[in-house]
């Protein structure tokens, strides 16, 4: 069972704005960095957002990041179906001294 | 450009060992993190283990521990990761991703950046 966790789906038409959240229920992740990647079909994860709110380089803006308390949430603005994918936010557990992943949520763009 | 490429991946049975490859590119290999990620069957993903650019500081997930092995080579810019006494639930697709690390202070953080295309190893009988 991931100390991160996520809906398993989430749903919203094309144009629209979606937000993925991430709960720690571990005390154990404090203020410590979340991360997103988006993983589309058949393909390896690709970084979104690091440190709670930054893009890498080449990630279009209509994807965000933010982080309040033990609660971390990913927005996508401009629905794409280009977008429907697997979501996965992740941190450093500094108790287990190991990296933490959410369960993931599918993204449907209907 | 950034290139990572895993290779190794098999079937193998119960109980046996497999090495892992991820062969480097496009960056300076011997300056980062690297670690090891995989992700079971329709499963999410489960992170293994992160060795320091000089390889003297490894960590494991606890699920690995004591049956998996990281290690690098920066001259071959290549890492490894040798895995032993496998089991079925350590059938996945194995990733290699370049890693970004400061733990030390919190907040700590950790991403991955770049992640290979993966190899699926398969254990059964």
């Known amino acids: 069972q991931s100390v991160l966790t996520q809906p398993p789906s989430v749903s919203a038409a094309p144009g629209q704005k979606v937000t993925i959240s991430c709960s720690e229920s571990?005390?154990?992740?404090?203020?410590?960095?979340v991360s997103w990647y988006q993983q589309l079909p058949g393909t390896a994860p690709k970084l979104l957002i690091y440190d709670n709110n930054k893009r890498p380089s080449g990630i279009p803006d209509r994807f965000s990041g933010s982080k309040s308390g033990t609660s971390a949430t990913l927005g996508i603005t401009g629905l794409q179906t280009g977008d429907e994918a697997d979501y996965y936010c992740g941190t450093w557990d500094s108790s287990l001294s190991a990296v933490v992943f959410g369960g993931g949520t599918k993204l449907t763009v209907l | 450009q950034v290139q990572l490429v895993e290779s190794g991946g098999g079937l193998v049975k119960p109980g046996g060992s497999l090495r892992l490859s991820c062969a480097a590119s496009?960056?300076?290999?011997?300056?980062?993190?690297m670690s090891w990620i995989r992700q079971a069957p329709g499963k999410g993903l489960e992170w293994l283990s992160y060795i320091s650019p000089s390889g003297t500081s490894i960590y494991y997930a606890d699920s690995v521990k004591g049956r998996f092995t990281i290690s690098r080579d920066n001259d071959k810019k290549s890492l490894y990761l040798q895995m032993h006494s496998l089991r079925a639930e350590d059938t996945a697709i194995y990733y290699c991703a370049r890693t970004f690390l400061s733990i030390v202070v919190e907040p700590a953080a950790i991403y991955f950046d770049h992640w290979g295309q993966g190899t699926l190893v398969t254990v059964s009988s």
């Open positions: 496009g960056f300076t290999f011997s300056d980062y993190f």
């Open positions: 571990s005390s154990n992740i404090g203020n410590n960095y």
